[in-house]
């Protein structure tokens, strides 16, 4: 039997809890200092008091209360007319300062009678607990008040800074319903947070680490991207999806499959941007929306680029089949672009998605193994959403080289288009198609021309 | 709580220092609050939480509640609401002073100020000063 789920009030880390934590439960909150354990903790509560389900916070020591106040009100999700209505706070604390933490279950009793909470926090719990390490009583307080917010029908949560060496050794991992930690992990100069659901009685959950971070409206959680259950519908292999270039289609039998993934690879400077900007624009031109993902060229820039080609740059911004999905490389993170670019697919109208270019992507990524995985799950997203994706890779070589050697990034994609530079007297670019799943393609060597018009394939 | 065989507010308040009543359940707060309103040459009493405010005011009189919102059983908002409410105590000032951002909910309550807080003792007190002020003014005390 599904029980009732208390919403987190963050619709991805419902999806992550699989609708939320169960209700009238005991749940931990841990991590480290500084991982976000009291933000999401409040944000939690936030969202879940009102008049009717009133919500009951209790500080101990690791924070003065007034602390949780100042810091909580610069977040979005502190709604300041709830404090003092249905949003309690009280500073256990003081209190147990003074009867003891022997009283600690009459205390909270107390309390519940006073407010009748739907919701309680302690926090931080661990804080509390070390008042009385070496005592004997640690375990009897704890029976007694887990025993206590058992019997009264509200959730619970504990939040603690609490490592994973101490899940064996704590007897409140041991009554826990679920436990969630937060972590802090680094990569260079960056910083990456991540949440996991160690544990939840009774349910499933999304497995592995989400990353997460903390922006002025709380905490934006991004779930690790699982393939798809559903297969893609290969019925969808009866229509093709043009480039926008001619002379590409035809190397391709007049397009890609729909719901097909392409790759298109070649050094800086060959054509793979202007390829994907074409892509677009026939969707626009097709009325078939999509999502241009750029790493490199901010709104500007990219303008400038279309303008070139003679387009009406600012009649494609306007446009409402064209979506402009600029990310600076600098502080990107994977999740944080999957979810979002999911978020804008899930509306339903996008048909075509362009992610220039793979490679910034493949940096944000603190795993390489995690990027393949992402990918792949990805892109069979894409495909079982009947979206034709288009991915630009760049290769680090000169003139010479003429293949994609990185078998996890050719992997990923259906097709695969190389672009390189000729030699000769004069430099030219130059397309091949060295893949395409389930089609047939020329396996010729085609010159390519950038003009003012965009680009052009003429056919030898 | 100051003990009372030591001291008496009312004498105090006689001999010509005003009576602030401070609501704050942290003793450190407390301790604080205490010394600049003392150094100020007011008389302070302190109640920990909403009820016991509530009885000192009725009791004591004082001439201004200072009171911080989050305060145990009875919150600085109600406790504001229940003294203006009160024929007995409806003359008493009010001040909130809290970390909470609620200056329209404690104008809504009744309050005659707002103060947020971190504390800046000399904002409280110029505050505290001009509310007495008022109170001269308007009661010509």
Redesign the interface.
């Known amino acids: 039997m599904v029980s009732e789920r208390l919403s987190t009030g963050i619709s991805e880390l419902d999806q992550v809890l699989f609708g939320g934590f169960p209700t009238n439960t005991l749940n931990i909150i841990m991590g480290a200092p500084g991982t976000g354990k009291t933000i999401l903790a409040e944000q939690i509560t936030f969202a879940n008091s009102s008049p009717q389900s009133p919500a009951l916070y209790l500080t101990t020591l690791s924070e ?3 602390k949780f ?2 810091h909580g ?1 610069t977040y979005a999700f502190f709604d ?2 709830k ?2 209505e249905s949003v309690f ?3 256990l604390g ?2 147990v300062r003074e009867r003891g933490i022997a009283a600690l279950p009459d205390i909270v009793t107390e309390m519940l009678i ?1 407010r009748r909470p739907r919701l309680i926090v302690i926090d931080s719990f661990k804080a509390l607990m070390e008042l009385i390490e070496e005592s004997p009583e640690q375990r009897t307080v704890l029976f007694d008040l887990a025993s206590v917010l058992g019997a009264y029908q509200c959730t619970s949560f504990i939040v603690g800074e609490y490592t994973e060496e101490m899940m064996a050794d704590l007897p409140e991992f041991a009554v826990a319903d679920a436990i969630l930690s937060l972590l802090k992990h680094a990569t260079g100069v960056r910083e990456h947070r991540f949440l996991k659901i160690e544990k939840l009685r009774g349910s499933q959950s999304l497995p592995g680490m989400h990353a997460f971070a903390i922006r002025d409206s709380g905490i934006e959680v991004f779930p690790r991207l699982l393939t798809p259950q559903t297969s893609p519908d290969y019925d969808l292999d009866v229509e093709r999806v043009s480039t926008g270039i001619k002379g590409l289609d035809d190397m391709v039998a007049k397009g890609f499959w729909r719901g097909s993934t392409t790759l298109v690879a070649g050094p800086n400077g060959s054509g793979k941007t202007v390829i994907g900007l074409h892509f677009i624009r026939e969707g626009i031109l097709r009325n078939e929306p999509g999502v241009y993902v750029g790493f490199q060229e901010n709104p500007v820039q990219l303008a400038r680029i279309i303008t070139n080609f003679g387009w009406d740059s600012a009649a494609m911004f306007r446009d409402e089949n064209f979506e402009h999905m600029y990310r600076s490389p600098v502080e990107m993170q994977l999740d944080n672009v999957a979810t979002e670019l999911m978020r804008r697919v899930r509306g339903g109208k996008i048909k075509r998605v362009v992610i220039d270019a793979l490679g910034d992507l493949r940096k944000s990524s603190s795993d390489e193994q995690r990027f393949s995985e992402f990918m792949y799950a990805l892109t069979q997203w894409f495909a079982v959403q009947n979206v034709t994706c288009l991915m630009t890779f760049g290769l680090h070589y000169g003139v010479q080289g003429q293949d994609v050697s990185d078998e996890e990034i050719s992997n990923l994609s259906d097709n695969i288009v190389l672009l390189r530079f000729q030699q000769g007297p004069e430099v030219k670019r130059a397309v091949r198609i060295i893949k395409t799943r389930g089609s047939t393609h020329d396996h010729r060597e085609q010159i390519i021309d950038i003009s003012n018009k965009g680009m052009r394939i003429t056919p030898r | 709580m100051a003990d009372p065989v030591t001291r008496n507010p009312l004498l105090e308040e006689e001999q010509g220092r005003a009576l602030i009543l401070v609501v704050e359940r942290n003793p450190v707060v407390q301790r604080l609050e205490r010394f600049f309103l003392e150094q100020a040459g007011y008389s302070v009493e302190f109640a920990s939480d909403g009820i016991a405010a509530l009885a000192h005011a009725r009791e004591l009189n004082p001439r201004i509640v200072v009171t911080e919102v989050l305060v145990p059983l009875l919150d600085g908002l109600s406790l504001c609401r229940a003294l203006k409410s009160d024929p007995e105590t409806r003359s008493i000032v009010v001040l909130v002073f809290s970390h909470l951002h609620a200056k329209d909910r404690a104008t809504e309550a009744g309050a005659d100020a707002f103060l947020l807080k971190p504390f800046e003792e000399q904002h409280l007190i110029e505050t505290v000063a001009k509310l007495l002020q008022l109170t001269i003014k308007e009661t010509g005390a």
């Open positions: 003065p209360l007034e106040i100042s009100q300041p007319s404090v003092a706070y009280e500073d003081l209190i006073a």
